[in-house]
């Protein structure tokens, strides 16, 4: 009796993903026919309170579970009306390479295996594009998120030497402080959180009209807190703040870092990508001389969930960081424990996908240029938009338009009431999905443009539909 779990009809199951491949691709040929989102019916919910199968399930029966119970009730970012969130749309190449990936079932924790050289390629392929030195090494991680974390991390072992991943913060007498500004994504202060630092040890620095962190301001809290006995130790710049857009001034950051000995750590979730588009690489000036940058391929980049990446100007730091050698992890000079670089010396993870794969198809069969002057087009979309709203007296931009980000708002008696409403009206009916922030404590219409698909006529509808939304929840307020 055979405990393999392959199949005995090969044929029947080629036939079947031979099905799947061209549902897959039916459906991204045909999103602009489709609802961008649909609510998810009760029916749907409860069918997956099932208890776990004991038995086997044939695999057509599977697909079409699928196709019914779970393609139609996604959360719409490959559509071309999608400016929800800030996340990519894929495409159908880094689809295939996730195929491909799975197939090979690779862990990039370590050892002799091309797929390692790999990735070590895209890393170069990012350290030339951002014009880091030869010495710069990097990794795959889910997302800027774990990107982030490392960066603190990485600047937490500088402050206090390789020693400290031995003795603790608790036999340190340092206290460490880090700087960013308001518009830091989250996951900065969470990193605070998780280094065992603490976010009240995060300022937060004032910033200009532009929501850019002013480096004066910076240089003051790092001069207050010096007084104060405390160690400066990180600052941190944004290349595209998550709700508006913001890219703060690097350089001017660079040169901070480098003058208090701190440091620079970039987070370019979207935006460091911006380095190939020729109309946003001007705005990255002193991304080059940051000692870690954490950015998605999978927003930007258009690669599948997930992809994200950490780049580190000296790997040496990592390797202090980070690197440790079992005895189950033993290198050896030949075999399959051989290999030069493991990517577990260089961040925290072991068993690690191959999610360079999909990174690596996607950039060759697009082409950096491509990808640039996509990058280019949604920011010159923004800028359009940007204008329609200004355009619009029942329209209020609540933001600059600096990237492909554009926060705006219905004109009412109550806009922080009404425009939340709106935002949900626009998910519900299909055609275009924004979603909602607070900008200077307000309520605003977010408009990311990220998905490659998206065209004029998206924002043209965009704009169309808070309009009639808006106008229908302010006469809806007056017959009350």
């Not at 301001?217 to 998550?242: H, Q």
Request: with cysteine.
């Amino acid at each position: 009796m055979t405990t393999s779990l392959d199949p005995d009809d090969w044929d029947a199951v080629r036939a079947e993903g031979h099905r799947m491949l061209d549902d897959m691709l039916d459906h991204l040929q045909g999103l602009r026919g489709q609802p961008v989102w649909r609510p998810i019916p009760q029916a749907v919910r409860d069918s997956f309170h099932e208890p776990p199968p004991a038995g086997p399930t044939p695999l057509g029966d599977i697909h079409r579970d699928f196709l019914t119970r779970i393609l139609p009730y996604g959360s719409g970012n490959l559509h071309p009306g999608f400016m929800g969130w800030v996340q990519g749309a894929g495409t159908p190449y880094g689809m295939l390479a996730e195929m491909l990936a799975a197939g090979l079932n690779a862990n990039l924790g370590g050892r002799d295996h091309v797929p390692i050289a790999v990735e070590r390629e895209v890393a170069g392929w990012m350290r030339d594009l951002m014009g880091f030195p030869g010495t710069a090494g990097g990794q795959f991680v889910t997302g800027a998120s774990m990107a982030n974390f490392i960066g603190v991390i990485l600047a937490r072992t500088r402050a206090l030497g390789a020693a400290s991943r031995r003795s603790g913060l608790q036999a340190r007498p340092e206290r460490l402080t880090a700087y960013a500004s308001p518009g830091a994504h989250a996951c900065v202060a969470r990193a605070m959180e998780m280094a065992g630092l603490g976010t009240d040890h995060l300022r937060l620095v004032d910033v200009d009209e532009d929501h850019r962190v002013d480096p004066r301001a910076m240089a003051e809290a790092i001069s207050r807190d010096r007084a104060r006995g405390l160690t400066p130790f990180l600052i941190v710049g944004n290349a595209g703040t998550v709700d508006v857009g913001a890219v703060d001034p690097l350089d001017a950051l660079a040169e901070l870092a480098a003058a208090e000995g701190c440091w620079f750590h970039v987070d370019g979730a979207y935006g460091a990508l911006g380095v190939v588009a020729p109309t946003v690489a001007p705005m990255l000036r002193g991304i080059e001389r940051a000692d870690s940058v954490a950015f998605d391929f999978h927003k930007w980049g258009q690669v599948p969930y997930d992809a994200g990446f950490i780049l580190v100007r000296d790997e040496a730091e990592s390797y202090a960081a980070f690197s440790q050698v079992p005895a189950y992890l033993s290198r050896e000079s030949r075999g399959l424990a051989a290999g030069a670089w493991w990517p577990c010396d260089t961040g925290p993870d072991l068993s690690r996908g191959f999610r360079a794969l999909k990174t690596w198809f996607t950039l060759r069969a697009v082409g950096a240029n491509a990808l640039g002057e996509m990058i280019d087009r949604s920011c010159a979309l923004a800028r359009e938009l940007g204008d329609m709203v200004a355009a619009e007296p029942e329209l209020e931009l609540l933001a600059p338009v600096q990237l492909n980000i554009v926060c705006f708002r219905y004109r009412c008696a109550e806009p922080d009431r009404v425009n939340p409403h709106i935002v949900a009206d626009l998910q519900e009916a299909g055609l275009v999905a924004p979603s909602l922030t607070r900008v200077n404590g307000h309520a605003a219409i977010r408009a990311a443009l990220f998905n490659h698909r998206t065209e004029r006529s998206d924002i043209e509808t965009l704009v169309a539909q808070v309009l009639e939304f808006g106008r229908q929840a302010v006469q809806a307020e007056a017959a009350e």
